[in-house]
């Protein structure tokens, strides 16, 4: 019997889950106000390598690269140094941070320690039938862009299956932080992107861990999350190895 509906939305006012990650896009930036404007234009330029690593700029440049007043550009500079993506100095300007296999790697063990403890909370609150019919069918497009070989297709998937679970654990903290270390990653994941094999153990992770949350069983849950995070973090980190080679550094 599946749990009762718990207290407090799980939805936004479209009825799906709130996503706790979102990728990088320009998408509705024109309707946007000019503080939001400016740190999800920064964030996509950052994100996406069209800032790379080690650029500097002055907060007059970066008014100037947005069409933008100094004002909310300051305040998005403030938001994105606390989540790691740029450093502030005082009369030097803004540097787009350089992501170190070292930093990579920090960064995983906690975003995954998070996820982990996500995944419990949502197999504790129960899936309602229309979760899990949503998740499978992510389950199936994933199993899908395996077969034809379209790795972008699958982690693009891959991150809205993640996301979705995390935002039916309804504690808005959690997700806040958990977004947080995704941007951080995300540059080198897509780093990573070519050099990935064909996830075919991920899928069977990603079944096994979702069927413990069918069940509704937070122990079994965040083992087999935990497992799958485990090994996927260990491939990524060796990817990024890879890809960074002598220099270390994205």
């Given at each position: 019997m599946r749990p009762a509906e718990p207290t407090g939305s799980r939805k936004n006012d479209r009825g799906k889950p709130r996503s706790s990650r979102p990728v990088p896009s320009l998408q509705g930036l024109t309707e946007m106000a000019a503080r939001e404007r400016a740190y999800h234009d920064l964030r996509y330029r950052i994100l996406t390598g069209r800032l790379a690593p080690g650029t500097t700029l002055l907060e007059t440049e970066l008014a100037a690269l947005l069409s933008l007043s100094?004002?909310?550009?300051?305040?998005?500079?403030?938001?994105?140094?606390?989540?790691?993506?740029?450093?502030?100095?005082?009369?030097?300007?803004?540097?787009?941070?350089?992501?170190?296999?070292?930093?990579?790697?920090?960064?995983?063990?906690?975003?995954?320690?998070?996820?982990?403890?996500?995944?419990?909370?949502?197999?504790?609150?129960?899936?309602r039938i229309e979760d899990v019919r949503r998740l499978g069918r992510m389950l199936d497009e994933m199993e899908n862009a395996t077969a034809v070989g379209d790795i972008t297709r699958w982690s693009e998937l891959d991150d809205e299956f993640h996301s979705e679970v995390v935002a039916l654990c309804c504690n808005q903290r959690l997700q806040t932080a958990i977004n947080a270390f995704w941007?951080?990653?995300?540059?080198?994941?897509?780093?990573?992107?070519?050099?990935?094999?064909?996830?075919?153990?991920?899928n069977d992770e990603h079944r096994s861990t979702f069927a413990a949350l069918q069940a509704g069983d937070r122990a079994l849950t965040r083992e087999r999350h935990n497992a799958h995070r485990d090994r996927a973090d260990r491939q990524q980190l060796d990817l990024l190895r890879r890809s960074l080679g002598s220099n270390g550094l994205a």
């Open positions: 100094r004002t909310p550009v300051r305040e998005a500079v403030i938001k994105l140094a606390e989540e790691g993506l740029v450093e502030v100095r005082p009369r030097h300007g803004v540097t787009v941070k350089a992501l170190s296999l070292q930093d990579f790697g920090n960064i995983l063990d906690v975003f995954s320690a998070l996820e982990v403890r996500a995944f419990e909370l949502t197999a504790e609150r129960g899936l941007g951080q990653q995300y540059r080198a994941r897509l780093m990573i992107l070519p050099l990935r094999p064909m996830p075919v153990e991920s």
